[in-house]
C-alpha cells in the first residue's frame, strides 16, 4: 500500500520526516488494511494515534492500486 501526504503529493514510510501545512511530521506506523487504514504521526512534537487515511482503489492517477491519503 502507497501513503500519499495530500498537501505536498510525498509517499510517506515509516520513520520519514516532513513538512506540510500541519507543521513538522514525522510517520511513526502504518497499520494498511483493505478498506481502511491509519497511521501513527508525530506532529510538531505531539504523537497522534491511529489517524485515519482515505483508501482508494479508483484514482484516476493510482487506477487499480492500493492507495491511502493523509489528509491535511
Not at 501513503?3 to 514510510?13: H, K, Q, S
Not at 502504518?30 to 504523537?47: C, E, M, Q, R, T
Amino acid at each position: 500500500m502507497k501513503v500519499i501526504d495530500c498537501n505536498t503529493g510525498l509517499e510517506l514510510r515509516e520513520g520519514m520526516s516532513f513538512d506540510n501545512v500541519d507543521g513538522h511530521i514525522e510517520v511513526l506506523k502504518v497499520y494498511p488494511g483493505l478498506f481502511k487504514a491509519s497511521i501513527d504521526l508525530k506532529i510538531n512534537g505531539k504523537k497522534c494515534k491511529n489517524t485515519p487515511l482515505i483508501v482508494r482503489w479508483t484514482h484516476p492517477s493510482f487506477f487499480f492500486q492500493h492507495i491511502a491519503f493523509l489528509p491535511s
